[in-house]
């Protein structure tokens, strides 16, 4: 049971389009979304992140838009570069949990010069 | 800044060896942890440390001791390596406990012959 889903496995978009990565989730108690982009041979690195009062976050090209109704959130990264391909994750946490991070299987985003 | 240092990067072990992967952060971070990442799926948390002198089980603690040395490092053993394993251990560490931002390091890689 994946409390945590993201739904494509990877995703290729060509340069310059807008990439949407998708995520939804169980528990209506997660409270705090983070993603976390990962290169090949590094650790993930967070990128952005929101919280379920709000239902739109913008940092630069990265923009998450959140659903608290449908419990789901994505990831629209506009203007795509090939230096966006990496993998990233959405996670999800509640503050009864004291935030112990529940991860998605991650999408691997390919970006076509 | 800070960095986070894995040791070894590659481990090759046999079937039923015990083995100890190794994670020193310079981040001055209270809390640490330990995450498997197999390939296609999440990262699964092992076990973490809120503070110097703590120790928590995770989700996959079963097969897996771990030590908080001192403030900086923390360390992970699998007890009895099991045939074909193969996966990435990533050792994080936060300010504190409880939604900080987690920084990674760039991963252990065991093979289990």
């Known amino acids: 049971q994946q409390q945590v889903r993201q739904s494509s496995q990877s995703l290729t978009v060509w340069e310059g389009e807008t990439a949407i990565l998708n995520c939804s989730y169980e528990n209506s108690a997660f409270d705090y979304f983070p993603w976390y982009q990962q290169f090949p041979g590094e650790g993930p690195a967070l990128l952005i992140a929101?919280?379920?009062v709000s239902d739109k976050k913008e940092d630069g090209r990265f923009t998450i838009f959140f659903n608290k109704r449908e419990k789901n959130l994505s990831l629209h990264i506009k203007d795509s570069q090939p230096g966006d391909s990496a993998t990233y994750f959405c996670a999800a946490s509640r503050r009864d949990s004291n935030y112990q991070l529940i991860w998605g299987s991650g999408t691997k985003l390919i970006i076509k010069p | 800044g800070g960095i986070i240092t894995q040791t070894p990067k590659f481990l090759i072990g046999q079937e039923g060896q015990k083995l100890t992967l190794k994670c020193q952060q310079n981040f001055n971070h209270d809390t640490m942890y330990w995450y498997r990442q197999d390939s296609g799926k999440g990262l699964r948390l092992i076990y973490y440390s809120i503070t110097e002198n703590d120790l928590q089980k995770g989700d996959l603690s079963e097969g897996y001791d771990a030590s908080r040395e001192k403030k900086s490092s923390f360390s992970l053993t699998v007890t009895s390596a099991q045939k074909n394993e193969m996966a990435v251990f990533l050792c994080?560490?936060?300010?504190?406990?409880?939604?900080?931002?987690?920084?990674f390091g760039p991963g252990t890689r065991l093979t289990v012959l």
């Open positions: 994080a560490s936060s300010i504190n406990w409880g939604g900080a931002e987690q920084y």
């Open positions: 929101i919280r379920s």
